[in-house]
Each structure stands twice: as C-alpha cells, then as structure tokens.
C-alpha cells in the first residue's frame, strides 16, 4: 500500500508519496490559502487528487497546527486559528470519500523523526518544534503516545511565569510566549529598538544589550525543557522548527537545561532533527 501525507503548514501545504519501502514516489509544495477554512479543505483535496491519480491502494495521513478533541471531534489549541473549532478531519472525509488519520505538526515531526530521522534507536524520543509556535510530541517505542485529551507533550503552554506574557490560548506566562520564534523578536525590539528577523538577530546578538536577550533566551529554554525531563525523562530530546538551526541551543543551551533537571546525573542527549521542514510530512505519511 502507498502512503500519502499532507503537511499543513502555516505558509506552505506540502504532500508527499511513499511507496511500501518508503521510497519518495512524488512529493509536492504549494501555498497555504490565509485565514479561509474552505480554501485550506480544496486545496487538500486538490493535491490529494493530483497525486493519486495513478494510484489505487493507499492510506491517507495530515499533519495540522492544533489537536482534535475527543469530546466533539472538532480541532483545538491551534495557532491557524480559522481551524479552531472546525471538523477537519469530517469534512476532509466527505470530500474525499476516504478515511483519514490526523495529527498535529509536533506529534508528526516526532514520528517521522523517531522512525527516519535522529531518533532512530531510542526508545522513548520527545520532538520538539520551536518555530511559529513550541510544541512537543511523545513516542514511545515507535508508537505515538496522545494522551487521554490528545493534548500529551504540549509543554509549550507549560507556565513559565506567573503572571507574564500573555498568550493567545487565554493563560499567562506560557513557554510559547518566551521562546518561539515571534517572542523573541518582539523581545529583541523591546531592548534594542530594531525590527529584525531570527536570521538577523543571531547574527548580532553577542554585542551589547543583545547578550542579555540571549541570556534570558537561554535561561527561559533552560527552563521549559528541565521540566521536561524532570517529568518524562525521555531518552532523547529532538529539536525542529526554525529555532533548531541556532547552533547555541546545543551547547550553552543544553548546559542551561542540564543546570536546571532534578538529578544528580543528567546525560539526555539534545539533538537537531535530520529531516528539516520535511518531517511533518513524513510523520503524516506515517500515520496508521
């Protein structure tokens, strides 16, 4: 059987092709339609079409921003908020004529990585996405663990300060609001007066007021995944998105996060994915 996978992105929807060997037979990128919910749907359905025409056996997996819930099937904590509330997975069904399984970006980029990537080898891989958004997935000798409310590894929306940055999810003092990609940019405005980009950024911040932004990044960093580990202590610790292409999060950040863990011994390896922006839609291929 083939697997196609769909990786809905906030900027870019990509669908890949695997044959039974998991040889890439087509893979596919176009723009992701902005704030309609009916567009994201055709454009889904579309590049499902496209792509299967010379195919007659496969199974169909989507990775999304965002979680469904178990109680009304509809998607939740998503940061493409036109998805919020909607039944993704329904009316993708109806459309296609076809079962579909789902999961979100963090729990596919983790997947894909535990079974292609930089995981290989370790039973228990935590994923992380630090980008857009932060989020996380679990696995667990090769199998997803989702939770009982499909929301296990979410340590994004962890508090990391009380009473501090708000946050769309409605709390205060998320990870999210620290050390994602927006954050920290708004946090180098707040200190410098520049509007820069990540790239931009680390390419200045060891001069001047820019050692503090990277002092309370790393001590923030530190932090969110020392607790982590101090709940799950996994085996390994994938970094993905965007910020897994700062090289200091592998040395004085890993340094940050090891000072933090309630151990006397402390060795998890912290390591950058393999499979870059293609791991969501890998792991959404790999969907059972």
Partial sequence: MYKIGIDLGGTKTETIVLDENLNVIERKRVPTPQNSYDDIINTITTLVSDVSQNITDFSLGICCPGAISKQTGLIKNSNTQCLIGKSLKEDLENKLQKNISIENDANCFTIAESKLGA?????????????????????????????????????????????GNSCYCGKNGCVETYISGPSLEKRWNQLTGLTQTMPEIVENFDSGIGKQWKNEFLENFGHGLANVIDILDPDVIILGGGLSNIDFLYDEGKESVYSKVFSDMIETPMLKNNLGDSSGVFGAALLD
């Fill in 119 to 163: 995981g290989i080898g370790f039973d228990f891989v935590f994923g992380v996405i630090m980008g857009t958004g932060v989020g996380g997935g679990i696995v667990i000798d090769n199998t997803l663990h989702s939770g009982r409310t499909n929301i296990a590894g979410e340590w994004g929306h962890h508090t990391l300060h009380q009473n």
